[in-house]
C-alpha cells in the first residue's frame, strides 16, 4: 500500500489535529504485530461531534479510515494507507460507576486497566481483561470482540457490554443498547432484513463453528440471537463504525480466588485438564507449551521446577467465588491433578497468585533476545481457536507444521476455550523466509479448517486473516458477511482490507522484520 501525497481538506468545523504524509509520525505506520503501512493521514479527533464531522467528510471525499486505539492489536486491523483515526487522544474518559445498575459508561480511548481500578472502588469488576489491559483501550477491546484468562467463565468483552456509542458510515451518531427500543435506522434494517428471514437465520446457525468464542468474521450468529445491532458491531473492527463510547456491565468483585498450578505430560493429559476445568466452573484454563516454558527458564526455576518436570505443558486453572465454593473447587482439582501425577500446589494469596501469572509475561523480553541469534517472533498465525475437544489435535498439529519447516515456536493461551497463541520465532538471516511464513501460515489455515475452527478467538482478522475468510467460511457465509458491510458501508471507507480482504490483497504485505529495542 503506496502512502497517498494528495493533501487531505480539513473536515468541515473539525476541532482536533490533521496531519498528512510525512508529518504524520512514523509511529502509527505500525502495531504490536509485525505489520507496517505508511498511512496517507492522521486524524485526532477531540471530541465524540469530531469523530462524527471526520467520517462525513470522508463519506464525501472517499477517504478511506482506519480507526486506532492504542495499537496493540496483532494481525493489523489498526494500521493502513488511509487515514488513521486516533481514538485514543481525547476520548479517554471514565464516569462514575453505578452501583445499583452495575455499569459504568466509558470513552473508547479509555484505557482497560484504568477502567477496572475505577470500578474497584464501587466492590466492581470488568473480568474481560486481556493480557494488554494496561495499554490497550476499551475501543479497541470492543473492535476486536476482545477476550483473556476470565473469558472461559466470564466470556468476551461482546457478553460486557450494555450499550454503544457509534458513528456510522453515512455520519449518522447512534447510540445503540441491549433494552429499549432500538434507533430508527430505516436503510440499514431494509438491507439486513434479509439476513433475518427464518431461512436464512436457520442456515447461519447450522454453519456456525462450534467453537466457544470468535472474533472472526462479522457475529451474525450474536446478531441473529438477539436482533440487537450492537452485538453485530462488536468484533467488526472498525468496518462497519466508528465506536466512540459504551456503556460496561460490571460484575462484583470475587469474594476468593485461588490458582492451581497441573502439569500435562501429552495431549490425553491435556484434554482431561480442559474437562476438569470446565466441571468445576474454573473462572480460567490457561496453558503454557514446553517451548514457552524453556525459554522463560521455568523448567529450572526452583519454585516451579515439579511442575514443568516431565510436562508438556502447564496449566494454571483459576476459581473464583466465596471461600467454600473455592474450597471445593480445589479439592476436585486436587483429583484430577493426582489423577494425572502432577505434584499438589494451590496459590491462594495475591502475590502467590501473581507470582504464578508472572509466567505470562516472564518469556516476553526471552523471547525478544532471540533476535540476537537472528530471530524474531512474529505473530502471523497465533490466535486460532478450534472446538475446544479437538483443541489437543490442534497444538500437536501446529507443531508438526512448524517442525516440517524448521520453524521454533513459543506456544501458550486459553485452552479451555480452544484458543492457542503461536509465535513462531523466525530465522530472518534466511532469504527464504518469507516463503516459509507463507508456506506455514497456508497450511495452518488448512488444519484450523479441517478441525471446524476460525483463525481468531480474540483478536480480529485484521488483515492477514481477511484472505482466508472463504477458507474458513465457506462463500455462502463470505456472502452474507458481505452483505453486512455493504449494508453499514456501501462506499467502502470504513478499514478496507480488514475482515473482507480487498482484489489480490496479499495476507503478508507489510509484514516485516522489527528488531526489539535495547
Not at 503454557?288 to 526452583?302: H, K, S, T, Y
Not at 499438589?344 to 540476537?372: C, F, K, N, Y
Request: with cysteine; aromatic share 6%.
Amino acid at each position: 500500500m503506496k502512502r497517498s501525497r494528495t493533501p487531505a481538506p480539513e473536515p468541515k468545523d473539525f476541532e482536533g489535529l490533521l496531519l498528512s504524509g510525512d508529518a504524520v509520525p512514523e509511529s502509527f505506520s505500525r502495531a504490536s504485530g509485525p505489520f507496517s503501512f505508511p498511512p496517507e493521514s492522521l486524524a485526532v479527533p477531540r471530541n465524540p461531534e469530531d469523530v462524527r464531522r471526520l467520517v462525513s467528510w470522508a463519506r464525501d471525499e472517499g477517504r478511506a479510515l482506519v480507526p486506532r486505539g492504542a495499537g496493540t492489536g496483532m494481525p493489523g486491523g489498526n494500521v493502513g494507507s488511509g487515514v488513521v483515526v486516533d481514538l485514543a487522544a481525547h476520548l479517554g474518559a471514565i464516569e462514575e460507576p453505578d452501583p445499583a445498575a452495575r455499569t459504568v459508561r466509558v470513552q473508547a480511548g479509555a484505557i482497560a486497566a484504568d477502567i477496572v481500578a475505577r470500578v474497584e472502588t464501587a466492590g466492581l469488576t470488568f473480568p474481560a481483561l486481556p493480557s494488554s489491559a494496561r495499554w490497550c483501550t476499551i475501543g479497541g477491546m470492543i473492535a476486536n470482540n476482545a477476550a483473556g484468562a476470565r473469558s472461559f467463565r466470564y466470556g468476551a468483552v461482546r457478553d460486557g457490554v450494555e450499550a454503544l456509542d457509534v458513528v456510522l458510515a453515512d455520519g449518522t451518531a447512534a447510540t445503540l443498547s441491549r433494552s429499549g427500543a432500538p434507533p430508527k435506522l430505516p436503510p440499514l434494517e431494509e438491507q439486513l432484513e434479509a439476513l433475518s428471514r427464518p431461512e436464512s437465520t436457520r442456515d447461519i446457525l447450522f454453519d456456525w463453528p462450534r467453537v466457544r468464542k470468535n472474533s472472526s468474521g462479522y457475529a451474525l450468529d450474536k446478531y441473529l440471537t438477539s436482533g440487537r445491532l450492537l452485538d453485530l458491531l462488536v468484533g467488526s473492527e472498525g468496518t462497519l463504525a466508528l465506536v466512540t463510547g459504551a456503556t460496561l456491565r460490571l460484575l462484583p468483585h470475587p469474594a476468593e480466588r485461588a490458582l492451581v498450578p497441573i502439569r500435562a505430560r501429552n495431549a490425553s493429559d491435556i484434554a482431561v485438564l480442559i474437562r476438569g476445568a470446565t466441571t468445576v466452573g474454573a473462572s480460567a484454563c490457561e496453558f503454557f507449551g514446553r517451548r514457552f516454558m524453556e525459554i522463560a527458564g521455568l523448567v529450572d526455576d526452583a519454585g516451579i521446577a515439579p511442575f514443568t518436570r516431565d510436562a508438556e505443558a502447564l496449566f494454571l486453572v483459576e476459581v473464583d467465588g466465596p471461600h467454600e465454593d473455592v474450597e471445593e473447587k480445589i479439592a476436585e482439582l486436587e483429583k484430577v491433578a493426582a489423577s494425572l501425577g502432577s505434584p499438589r500446589g494451590v496459590a491462594r494469596t495475591p502475590a502467590e497468585r501473581d507470582r504464578l501469572w508472572q509466567i505470562r509475561h516472564a518469556a516476553s523480553p526471552i523471547v525478544a533476545r532471540q533476535a540476537e541469534r537472528g530471530l524474531i517472533s512474529m505473530q502471523f498465525i497465533e490466535d486460532s481457536v478450534v472446538p475446544v475437544e479437538r483443541f489437543p489435535e490442534y497444538v500437536e498439529g501446529v507443531r508438526r507444521i512448524l517442525d516440517g519447516h524448521g520453524m521454533d515456536a513459543v506456544i501458550f493461551g486459553h485452552a479451555g476455550d480452544g484458543n492457542a497463541h503461536v509465535n513462531p520465532l523466525v530465522d530472518v538471516r534466511l532469504g527464504n523466509w518469507r516463503s516459509r511464513v507463507r508456506a506455514v501460515l497456508e497450511e495452518t489455515v488448512a488444519l484450523v479448517s479441517g478441525l471446524g475452527g476460525t483463525l481468531s478467538g480474540e483478536h480480529g482478522d485484521g488483515r492477514v486473516r481477511a484472505p482466508f475468510l472463504s477458507a474458513i467460511w465457506g462463500e455462502r457465509m463470505v456472502k452474507r458477511f458481505h452483505e453486512v458491510k455493504a449494508a453499514f458501508d456501501p462506499a467502502g471507507i470504513l478499514n478496507p482490507g480488514v475482515i473482507l480482504p480487498l482484489e489480490g490483497q496479499d495476507p503478508l504485505e507489510g509484514i516485516g522484520v522489527r528488531f526489539p529495542e535495547r
